[in-house]
């Protein structure tokens, strides 16, 4: 069975802090990784996507990839209240299909 | 910004009646996806559809379960008969050719009674 595995949560960080969310993955097969924000009652929305390993910066948020380690993370810099959702990570395979961990709720406190 | 859309956002349905989900993918894509959500669950993966066809479908997706593009623009679900376990936010997403991510609609709650 391949799974992706989240802490659940919920993170607490202060506003302004950076925020560490973690996923590991045990298929080494898979190709692309995604980060995915879900507010509560909505749809996933895209925030990045990796597929090599290293780091990948898009504004405040920055992906990291260790193949090796079967590891993603998502560092959210200058977190701000409304960064406060659940953060899905996401691993694809060659089929297209999603697998998506169970999500770690945050919550950034003004 | 271009968007999936799905309808309706709320369904409620008794047990044994079918339902059929309706999605309207952006235009020019050509991958389309369910996936459902129980509360307070992971989001699972139901099925992929390309080319007119089922290009993959997990456990979930059994004979109760079916996928149609009727016609050009709508992308459908149908559950035959429903059981109280169908209960959950069901989510049509769709992805361009050669596009790595893809678009979730803002998903149809289901509840069945």
């Known amino acids: ?110 | 910004e271009p968007e999936v859309t799905q309808t309706p956002s709320h369904q409620v349905t008794q047990m044994g009646q079918e339902v059929i989900l309706r999605c309207v993918p952006i235009s020019n894509h050509l991958y389309f996806y369910w996936y459902r959500q129980i509360l307070g669950q992971k989001v699972e993966f139901l099925v992929s559809f390309y080319n007119n066809e089922i290009s993959e479908k997990s456990e979930i997706f059994d004979d109760q379960f079916s996928v149609e593009r009727p016609d050009g623009s709508n992308f459908t679900l149908k559950i035959r008969s429903t059981k109280l376990e169908d209960s959950a936010m069901y989510f049509c997403a769709s992805r361009g050719q050669g596009v790595i991510g893809y678009t979730f609609g803002s998903g149809t709650r289901l509840t069945v009674v």
């Open chain 1, 1 to 110: 069975q391949k799974e992706v595995e989240q802490n659940s949560g919920p993170l607490s960080v202060p506003e302004g802090a950076i925020a560490s969310l973690n996923c590991t993955y045990s298929d080494r097969g898979s190709q692309s990784f995604f980060w995915y924000r879900q507010y509560s009652g909505k749809s996933p929305e895209l925030i990045m996507f990796i597929y090599s390993n290293g780091d990948k910066e898009d504004g405040r948020f920055t992906a990291q990839l260790n193949k090796a380690s079967q590891y993603v993370s998502l560092l959210i810099r200058d977190s701000q209240p409304s960064d406060s959702a659940t953060y899905l990570c996401a691993v694809n395979n060659q089929g297209g299909k999603l697998i998506f961990g169970q999500g770690t709720e945050l919550s950034v406190k003004p």
